[in-house]
């Protein structure tokens, strides 16, 4: 299986229409890659597909950075 | 004005005005669901739409959960909903000085909650897909107001104000968000009115005569075509010329 973290970069830079070099471990979503709110629901929705998972609003609020979203799903996963 | 090929969910297809958006939308090709609050009325919308491989199925949009449900089986058995008609609607009419609490609830869950939910609910894949279309059925007593209608009145005007900030949050996804705001249509809910306060309604309509269903869901076939791709957060008003806002 492919690690995680390069997933969670591939889908951030899918959604969020950037290149995948520009997207480090600690980027944020809003501040360094541009997303606006609804990017950022949208990369959630995406993210919740590619690991099958559901995250629940007051959780996804508190993904803003890739290694917020690496984290979450880390721990997610391996419930 | 084809739609070929795209799942439409139409709520309160029973009869007026949502029959009339219900067949006109499924005669242009698209597979219409019609809802009704019961099985009976489910069961009647299926039959008038059989013939273009519509459906009935039953909504009772003040139910937790319901729309929810039904989104979700739609989405299952039919497809992602492309078009969404929020019509479901229902008056409680009286003085405001009479006007019960569960009358002005009952109307804002009814008629305007179901639209917030119903929205939501199809919003997620309409998102992914990068098109969509909304159309909230308003009424011209949601601009002008009418004696007896508070209730009914807010929920229209909350329906327009929804669908101007709708609009402006989901653009950049292609999805557009519209209102038609029905006039003075010949229907149940109207032909309840007293024969005088009907008289002097038709006095204020430039065209001298009640609306016809068939003339909103015109305009609803309009609003759901690729010819209306530009257009999002109006309120497109069919009355007549009852009301030139």
Not at chain 1, 41 to 67: N, S, W, Y
Not at chain 2, 29 to 39: L, M, P, Y
Not at chain 2, 53 to 58: D, E, K, T
Not at chain 2, 185 to 198: F, K, N, S
Request: hydrophobic letters at 45%; one cysteine or more.
């Amino acid at each position: 299986m492919e690690n995680i973290e390069a997933r969670v970069k591939k889908i951030v830079a899918e959604q969020l229409g950037v290149n995948e070099a520009e997207v480090k471990i600690d980027s944020s979503f809003v501040d360094d890659l541009g997303a606006d709110s609804l990017d950022t629901v949208e990369l959630v929705m995406a993210l919740e597909e590619e690991f099958e998972c559901e995250i629940p609003d007051e959780e996804a609020e508190k993904i803003t950075t890739v290694q917020q979203a690496v984290d979450y799903v880390t721990a997610h996963l391996n419930k | 004005m084809s739609l070929q090929g795209k799942v439409a969910l139409v709520t309160g297809a029973s009869r007026g005005i949502g029959a009339a958006i219900a067949d006109t939308l499924a005669a242009a090709g698209a597979k219409v669901i019609g809802t009704a609050t019961s099985e009976s009325g489910a069961a009647a919308i299926g039959e008038r739409l059989a013939q273009w491989g519509g459906v009935g199925m039953v909504l009772n949009v003040g139910e937790e959960g319901a729309i929810d449900a039904l989104i979700d089986t739609i989405g299952k058995e039919h497809g992602d909903v492309a078009i969404l008609v929020n019509n479901a609607g229902i008056t409680r009419d009286g003085l405001l000085m009479r006007m019960k609490d569960e009358d002005w609830d009952a109307i804002m869950d009814t008629n305007l909650k179901s639209v917030f939910k119903a929205s939501k609910a199809v919003l997620r894949s309409m998102m992914k897909a990068r098109v969509g279309r909304i159309i909230n059925i308003a009424s011209v007593v949601g601009v002008m107001g009418n004696a007896g209608q508070t209730n009914y009145a807010a929920a229209k005007a909350g329906i327009i104000g929804f669908t101007k900030s709708m609009a402006r949050e989901v653009g950049s996804r292609g999805i557009t968000v519209n209102c038609v705001a029905p006039g003075f249509i010949d229907t149940d809910m109207t032909r309840a009115l007293p024969e005088a306060q009907r008289e002097m309604l038709v006095g204020q309509i430039a065209l001298g005569r009640l609306g016809d269903a068939q003339d909103i869901a015109d305009a609803v076939l309009f609003l759901a075509s690729d010819k209306a791709a530009y257009i999002t957060g109006q309120t497109l008003h069919v009355n007549g010329g009852m009301l030139m806002p």
